[in-house]
């Protein structure tokens, strides 16, 4: 089992910035790619980006592209999604998520251990 817990969510103004993490324990040795998703009211969750395992592959969604970057840190269990120029449509949970397979995928349905969540609020 892989426990996933997120952190840095809150209320921002658009244009602002925000930085998730989402830390990994249990069977860390277990996860390979990770990724983000998010699911404002209302609507069904998304898939926001995601990460190889060593790192060296990344995935945006074409609403982030440009703006998001998805990052880990293998030594710490711990994968970092930066937000910049946020806008109001970007308010939602965001959710974060690991799966075995090493190589990126951006369907939910590919990953195998989901965190609680943290919302994230843009105001205009």
């Known amino acids: 089992q892989v426990q996933l817990v997120e952190s840095g969510g809150g209320l921002v103004q658009a244009g602002g910035s925000l930085r998730l993490s989402c830390a990994a324990s249990?069977?860390?040795?277990?996860?390979?790619?990770m990724g983000w998703f998010r699911q404002a009211p209302g609507k069904e969750r998304e898939f926001v980006a995601t990460?190889?395992?060593?790192?060296?592959?990344?995935y945006y969604s074409d609403s982030v592209k440009g703006r998001f970057t998805i990052s880990r840190d293998n030594a710490k269990n711990t994968v970092y999604l930066q937000m910049n120029s946020l806008k109001p449509e970007d308010t939602a949970v965001y959710y974060c998520?690991?799966?075995?397979?090493?190589?990126?995928?951006?369907?939910?349905?590919?990953?195998?251990?989901w965190g609680q969540g943290t919302q994230v609020t843009v105001s205009s």
């Open positions: 998520a690991s799966r075995r397979g090493i190589f990126i995928q951006f369907n939910s349905y590919e990953y195998d251990f």
């Open positions: 249990g069977r860390t040795d277990s996860i390979g790619a």
């Open positions: 990460i190889s395992r060593s790192g060296g592959g990344t």
